[in-house]
């Protein structure tokens, strides 16, 4: 019984070390740590870039590695609501909660994830959009259509992408990305994880992170909306009624 329990303690042991000799750690960075939003803004595109550290094994058998990246942005609550229309009337007909959903996520792999984790993609939610959105829904039905419709939402206005070939390699072991954000991003801490799969397996991963922030007047007003919204609104009447009376003026020069 021994004997048997020595033998198979070295295989773990011997599996282990196999692994970890494959990929040791990796070192991963993005372009722009601080990301400013002003009134001209309308769009940035970023570089995520890194490198795998290779242990003694060197690149895998498969010759290569496949990179995962995902970032998160700033997470906030959501409500999709269905429509139809009734006696000639549009009405709800369903509504969703979507409880701390970011407001930007990506999925960018080197290869299509179900050729590189083909079963791991299904039972992590965080691999996916359609996982991702299922999570953190609450309320109403799976098969109404409403996640469905949140994603095509998310997507078109540029929060949300899925990109099975956005990972490119310029040698055995570095790697880039280039991550696209639109004008419509939210202020905030984005995080992005890098994964390292080799021969269908998690070998390693690292993060790196970035703000995104408005500067300048913009801040200001922005800042002055939510700490003072009563003083704001007031100061936007009244902003208003002064353009108007002075468009009137000289206008009627």
Known sequence: MSRILLALATIVIVALAGRAALAQGVV????????????????QTMTLFGNVEAGQGGV?????????VLVR?????????????????MLNTSEAVYR?????????????LETILAETVDADPQLSLAGLVAQTRQGGAADDGLDAELIRLMSEAGLFIESGRGVSFL?????????????SVPNGLFVARAIVVANGEIVSE???SFTVRTEGFERFVARAARNNPLLYGLATVLLALA???????????
């Open 28 to 43: 991963f960075a993005n372009s722009d740590p601080l990301v400013t939003i002003h009134s001209n803004f309308t769009g």
């Open 60 to 68: 895998p058998a498969t010759g290569a590695y496949d990179i995962i």
């Open 73 to 89: 942005g700033p997470a906030s609550d959501r409500i999709v609501r269905g429509r139809e229309r009734q006696f000639g009337i």
């Open 100 to 112: 701390r959903l970011p407001g930007y996520y990506a999925v960018i792999s080197s290869r299509p």
């Open 171 to 183: 040698s055995n072991t570095t790697f880039a990305t280039r991550l696209p954000l639109p004008s």
């Open 206 to 208: 690292n993060i790196t």
């Open 243 to 253: 353009t108007g009376w002075m468009g009137g003026v000289l206008f009627k020069r």
